[in-house]
């Protein structure tokens, strides 16, 4: 079994990750952000522009996820999670100071985290049964 679970740590696993009751630690909202890079900007400005982002992005203890993308027009996603609207609304104010220069910021897909409104709750076991079939 050992042997097996480093063999998989080394090749397929990135980390451990318990999935939380978002809920019922203060968490309200989840917001899917897409982004668009301005056209304008040189290839020069695109580059520190990314950079710049990088590096505010891992700052934000709220952003769970930021990857470029390609599709629809967009060109990068990053999801959040947020206490409530207010939250929300203070941290996509502190996105646009940090970005308006470089990006268009998107009207993200917000999830409200009542259970009522879910229909399958962020689980990856389906995966696996997949992969045992």
């Keep these: 079994m050992t042997r097996a679970r480093i063999k998989l740590e080394k090749g397929y696993i990135d980390g451990y990750t318990a999935i939380p009751s978002f809920p019922k630690i203060g ?3 989840i917001a899917l952000t897409f982004v668009k890079t301005l ?3 040189s ?3 695109r580059r520190h ?3 710049r982002g990088r590096k505010w992005i891992l700052e ?3 952003v769970v996820f930021a990857c470029q993308c390609s599709g629809m027009g967009f060109t990068g996603l990053m999801i959040s999670f947020h206490k409530n609207y207010t939250d929300y609304v203070e ?3 502190k996105c646009k100071n940090e970005w308006s220069d470089a990006v268009t910021l998107q009207e993200p897909v ?3 985290m009542r259970e009522r409104q879910l229909i399958k709750p962020l689980s990856f076991a389906s995966l696996i049964e997949t992969e045992k079939r």
């Design 27 to 29: 968490f309200e909202l």
């Design 110 to 112: 917000m999830i409200h």
């Design 60 to 62: 934000q203890p709220n």
């Design 43 to 45: 290839r020069e400005e």
């Design 91 to 93: 941290f996509m104010r």
């Design 49 to 51: 522009a990314g950079e």
């Design 39 to 41: 056209p304008s900007l």
